[in-house]
């Protein structure tokens, strides 16, 4: 887990908001209070507003006129939205990964996965509140294929939506009631990149992201996030 205890408040808080708007811990639409915020986390207003400003831009809360911050809103619409980009931006990095990426690249890759299957071989099949430990394995695995990729620009568009997916995904999994066995598609996943056929590791990537999106539509519809 990173060390905080260096960086400025403003960032430490920020780090603090951001994974408890991605836990579901503060819920899509609460209110932000700054006196609520400095009472729970100990902070001064002015490191508050800071972090809430990088929040908004983040995508993770909304500045509503006159009003303060509140953690940002849920849609179907834009998490059809965020999965397109996802697509399209996840896509281009991969296949020039595959194109570019040497044997550390591949080793990296290996490694990575290797950290999150060991993972998740101790846990439970249906494990809707999963450790923070295993968010930061998965994140690793996935920008572990992307890191051959030669465009900064691209590789920070890919991590932006990718926050923004991982969001929707860990605010509906505490009510999903079906396992899914995404270890075999990691595995998958892995094989078709590291055997270098980008076309099937590109299609293979599209159905991993769309079967996420699917189960948090499925919860989004159902009504069980209002």
């Known amino acids: 887990m990173t060390d905080l205890t260096h960086q400025p408040l403003s960032t430490q808080l920020q780090t603090q908001l951001r994974e408890a708007i991605l836990s579901g811990e503060l819920v899509p639409g609460e209110r932000l209070r700054l006196d609520a915020l400095q009472q729970r986390y100990g902070y001064s207003s002015t490191p508050i507003r800071e972090a809430l400003g990088r929040l908004a831009s983040e995508g993770l809360a909304e500045l509503e006129d006159r009003r303060g911050f509140r953690v940002a809103a849920v849609s179907e619409a834009e998490l059809r939205e965020i999965t397109r980009l996802r697509l399209l931006?996840?896509?281009?990095?991969?296949?020039e990964s595959i194109n570019t990426g040497d044997d550390a690249w591949e080793a990296a890759i290996v490694?990575?996965?290797h950290r999150l299957a060991a993972m998740e071989k101790r846990m439970?099949?249906?494990a809707p509140?999963?450790?923070?430990?295993?968010?930061e394995r998965h994140r690793e695995f996935h920008f572990s294929l992307l890191s051959a990729c030669t465009s900064p620009k691209l590789l920070q568009l890919c991590a932006e939506y990718f926050l923004l997916s991982d969001r929707y995904r860990?605010?509906?999994a505490k009510f999903r009631t079906t396992p899914r066995q995404k270890n075999s598609e990691h595995k998958q996943l892995m094989d078709a990149v590291i055997g270098r056929n980008s076309s099937v590791s590109?299609?293979?990537?599209?159905?991993h992201i769309r079967k996420t999106a699917k189960s948090v539509a499925a919860v989004l519809?159902?009504?069980?996030?209002?």
């Open 170 to 172: 860990r605010v509906s």
């Open 111 to 113: 490694a990575a996965y």
């Open 221 to 226: 519809n159902s009504g069980q996030l209002d």
């Open 89 to 95: 931006f996840e896509g281009e990095a991969l296949a």
């Open 202 to 207: 590109v299609e293979l990537l599209t159905g």
């Open 124 to 126: 439970p099949p249906l």
């Open 129 to 135: 509140i999963l450790p923070a430990e295993w968010h």
